[in-house]
């Protein structure tokens, strides 16, 4: 579904992405890790086209969209989240729902100052808020969300498109445990609905809970991939993180596990 190959990435003297090549097959939960500074934003950035890499090709479905701008990314299916969720704050949760549907502005409709939005768009907002836990934020402005809601709205949001692969920025960044384990059910359950994901976050107990295959990054290079408990155990990738005492620690406790 995905084929990135050999992107390269520098800003000044600083190379943020070194020759990485990297696969997400059609239906899989795939991982990216890494310590900060690894790359792995850069990654997303030239993935998504927020950033335009130097070399390098980017494969979606077949199609090349190393140099599609982001929005006709988003059209193709490849949606992506923030590691600071993005919004419009002083607009409604339903609203920030409304906007980031798929539907024509008629459809979308009084966001835009004309009709009622379309019965079946508000329908869509309404049961994924609902699905979220978010039902009863409909009519409150998203400045008055608190952190996890907002993640969730984040997630909510993106599914008002039609996604195929969705790639989430450090999903549980800021997450309660019972959150974060509401978000790993959400995961799960919208592959099995047929979305494919690629996720970037530093809690490794999370990360290798969820995906079944990991690639880890440091210094702008893959250093790892394959199933999770292979890359969580290899010691290269160990070594990397009780070098740093990088993400949670959680790695070296369940390498040695
Ligand atoms: N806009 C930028 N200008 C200059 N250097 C940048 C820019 N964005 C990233 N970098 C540098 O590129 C390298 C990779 O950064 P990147 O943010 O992609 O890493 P990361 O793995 O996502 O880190 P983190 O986990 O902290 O988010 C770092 O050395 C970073 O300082």
Redesign the pocket.
Known sequence: MLEVSNVT?S??G????DDVSLTVAKGRIVGLI????????????VISGF?RGDKGSIRFNGAAIENVRPSEIAQLGLVRTF?TPLGFPRMTVLENMLVFSRADAASRGRIFGRSKPDGAILEQAMATLDEFGLASRGNDLVQDLAAPELKMLEFARAMMGDIKLLML??PAAGVNPALLENLTSHIRSLRDRGVTFLV?D?NLKFISSVCEEIYA?A??RVIAHGDSADVIANPDVIRLYVGTGGADNSLSKEAEA
């Open positions: 990435l800003y000044g600083v190379r943020a992405i890494g310590t900060n500074g690894a790359g792995k934003t850069s990654l997303f950035n950033t590691q920025d450090e970037v530093h990054m210094d702008g």
